[in-house]
């Protein structure tokens, strides 16, 4: 009982002295999962419903109760908020993040996956797609590999931020983004392209 009541105190003491740091790590694998689940509902066609159930499913209950002669677990909420004690998820769906979802699979199913197919454009280092060839493009769709790049390419920088934003961390979007460039390159079909690191060009 005493060595509880000693534990509590001095944690008490170290949060009134304002020493006591919350680390809020970028969640990696949560990031991945998110990605891979976006990235397929736009590439796959299809799976975005899939991708919605158990993104922001609770975490299952933990017991806090305090053994008998320790601290309550009321006490120890307000010393480690249990939101930071838990491994988050990343929050992938707002109304916002939504509408560029639906924007970018429309815009794949009608253009993009076909200029893919042919090898005008891959994707980059930095989770964005660019014109690789002009030439390998049917006329049809010359006019519009522009416009279709430069739209995607907007709504890719928009949902990267939005993801930050919707998870209350605008300063992930740099690491959202490298999850996403990455994710995007493994999730590319045979036959596609994607930039290396050095900056050419590879064929999966």
């Given at each position: 009982?005493?060595?509880?009541?000693?534990?509590?105190?001095?944690?008490?003491?170290?949060l009134?002295?304002?020493c006591?740091?919350?680390?809020?790590?970028?969640?990696a694998a949560?990031?991945?999962?998110?990605?891979?689940?976006?990235?397929?509902?736009v590439?796959?066609?299809?799976?975005a419903?899939?991708?919605?159930?158990g993104?922001?499913?609770k975490?299952?209950?933990?017991?806090?109760?305090?053994?008998?002669?320790?601290?309550?677990?009321?006490?120890?909420?307000?010393?480690?908020?249990?939101?930071?004690?838990a491994?988050?998820d990343?929050?992938?769906?707002t109304?916002?993040?939504?509408?560029?979802?639906?924007?970018?699979?429309?815009?794949?199913?009608d253009?993009?996956?076909?200029?893919?197919?042919?090898?005008?454009?891959g994707?980059?280092?930095d989770?964005?797609?660019?014109?690789?060839?002009?030439?390998?493009?049917?006329?049809?769709?010359?006019a519009?590999v522009?416009?279709?790049?430069?739209a995607?390419n907007?709504?890719r920088?928009?949902?990267?931020?939005?993801?930050?934003?919707a998870?209350?961390?605008?300063?992930?979007?740099?690491r959202?983004?490298?999850?996403?460039?990455?994710?995007?390159?493994?999730?590319?079909?045979?036959?596609?392209?994607?930039?290396?690191?050095?900056?050419?060009w590879?064929?999966?």
């Amino acid at each position: 009982m005493h060595k509880h009541t000693v534990l509590l105190g001095s944690m008490l003491l170290v949060l009134l002295a304002g020493c006591v740091t919350i680390n809020v790590y970028f969640p990696a694998a949560a990031a991945q999962k998110a990605a891979d689940q976006f990235i397929g509902s736009v590439i796959d066609q299809g799976t975005a419903q899939a991708g919605k159930t158990g993104t922001d499913s609770k975490a299952p209950a933990v017991d806090t109760k305090a053994p008998s002669g320790g601290p309550s677990a009321d006490v120890l909420d307000l010393l480690i908020p249990a939101a930071q004690a838990a491994t988050p998820d990343l929050r992938i769906h707002t109304p916002a993040i939504d509408a560029i979802q639906t924007r970018m699979q429309k815009r794949f199913r009608d253009i993009l996956g076909p200029l893919l197919d042919d090898g005008v454009i891959g994707f980059t280092q930095d989770g964005l797609v660019q014109v690789r060839s002009l030439q390998a493009a049917p006329l049809s769709l010359r006019a519009q590999v522009a416009s279709a790049v430069a739209a995607e390419n907007a709504d890719r920088n928009r949902l990267y931020a939005e993801i930050a934003e919707a998870n209350g961390h605008p300063e992930w979007v740099s690491r959202i983004r490298e999850t996403f460039a990455q994710l995007w390159i493994s999730r590319a079909h045979a036959g596609w392209y994607y930039r290396d690191s050095s900056g050419a060009w590879k064929r999966k």
